[in-house]
């Protein structure tokens, strides 16, 4: 007697989703483009749980991506386009492809980052002939401070790179006295723009060298911000301060009040 083959976890999961498709109205009329959206909302939230470290929050974020990655493997498989089976011999193709170091004969193994560059070439190699771009790929919804990480990070992958943090660090310099020369001369608009735009990219980069993610450093400046501002509310109330009134003055030296009882 043959014994019956657990179904993969991936597997269980798109049966699910089949399931649902045949039983659930809701679930049967959507669409790929329908579940755009939800799937974006879904990968932020995962993205915010990863930030917070909270492995429950994780685990349930990813849960939730997890089912609508079976959600587009079910329409695509009813379309006839592809199948799990299909999407899972591609990514192992690919990362055989990107990592020769490991599959390969003659590859030998590394690590950190000289395992980037190797990443990049397999993917130059890849786009090879077809006139594509070792920048082609990254989204062009991505948030800006994302995309400037992404970019510098694929550009550094074949050494197009500062050799250490001294470098981004002298270019934000640069690049705030850029800013600084055109505000004297009046600060055109659209220059100003320009001249912001080179400061935040500069600092992306020095983020970068310094092993630091912006996103993340950013993310910990607002919540700093946003719980130090709202001490500065909770102060003003209790003294009877109109803060939309109080003028610069008194709120900057409420925010040092308040800021040196944190620290």
């Given at each position: 007697?043959?014994?019956?083959?657990?179904?993969?976890?991936?597997?269980?999961?798109?049966?699910?989703?089949?399931?649902?498709?045949?039983?659930?109205?809701?679930?049967?009329?959507?669409?790929?483009?329908?579940?755009?959206p939800?799937?974006?909302?879904?990968?932020?939230?995962?993205?915010?749980?990863?930030?917070?470290?909270?492995?429950?929050?994780?685990?349930?974020?990813?849960?939730?991506?997890?089912?609508?990655?079976?959600?587009?493997?079910?329409?695509?498989?009813?379309?006839?386009?592809?199948?799990?089976?299909?999407?899972?011999r591609?990514?192992?193709?690919?990362?055989?492809?990107?990592?020769?170091?490991?599959?390969?004969?003659?590859?030998?193994?590394?690590?950190?980052?000289?395992?980037?560059?190797?990443?990049?070439?397999?993917?130059?190699?890849?786009?090879?002939?077809?006139?594509?771009?070792?920048?082609?790929?990254?989204?062009?919804?991505?948030?800006?401070?994302?995309?400037?990480?992404?970019?510098?990070?694929?550009?550094?992958?074949?050494?197009?790179?500062?050799?250490?943090?001294?470098g981004?660090?002298?270019?934000?310099?640069?690049?705030?006295?850029?800013l600084?020369?055109?505000?004297?001369?009046?600060?055109?608009?659209?220059?100003?723009?320009?001249?912001?735009?080179?400061?935040?990219?500069?600092?992306?980069?020095?983020?970068?060298?310094?092993g630091?993610?912006?996103?993340?450093?950013?993310?910990?400046?607002?919540?700093?911000?946003?719980?130090?501002?709202?001490?500065?509310?909770?102060?003003?109330?209790?003294?009877?301060i109109?803060?939309?009134?109080?003028?610069?003055?008194?709120?900057?030296?409420?925010?040092?009040?308040?800021?040196?009882?944190?620290?």
């Amino acid at each position: 007697m043959t014994q019956m083959q657990e179904p993969s976890t991936l597997g269980r999961i798109v049966d699910l989703v089949r399931d649902l498709r045949r039983r659930c109205p809701w679930d049967a009329a959507q669409t790929p483009a329908t579940l755009r959206p939800y799937f974006v909302e879904e990968a932020m939230e995962l993205d915010h749980a990863i930030g917070l470290g909270d492995p429950d929050s994780v685990r349930e974020e990813l849960g939730d991506v997890l089912l609508h990655v079976a959600f587009q493997i079910v329409l695509a498989e009813e379309e006839g386009r592809f199948g799990a089976e299909d999407l899972t011999r591609s990514v192992e193709g690919k990362m055989w492809r990107r990592h020769p170091h490991l599959f390969s004969e003659t590859g030998t193994p590394s690590a950190g980052d000289a395992h980037r560059p190797n990443w990049e070439h397999a993917k130059r190699d890849e786009a090879a002939g077809d006139g594509a771009s070792l920048l082609d790929g990254i989204p062009p919804g991505l948030p800006a401070l994302l995309a400037a990480y992404r970019l510098q990070e694929r550009a550094a992958g074949v050494g197009f790179d500062w050799p250490d943090a001294k470098g981004p660090f002298l270019k934000v310099q640069e690049e705030t006295r850029e800013l600084e020369l055109e505000l004297e001369d009046g600060g055109d608009a659209d220059r100003v723009d320009a001249e912001i735009g080179d400061l935040l990219f500069a600092v992306v980069n020095l983020a970068r060298k310094l092993g630091c993610d912006p996103r993340a450093a950013l993310e910990h400046a607002n919540v700093k911000f946003t719980d130090r501002f709202r001490k500065i509310e909770a102060v003003a109330a209790e003294r009877g301060i109109d803060i939309h009134s109080a003028g610069l003055e008194m709120l900057d030296a409420l925010w040092d009040e308040v800021k040196s009882d944190v620290e």
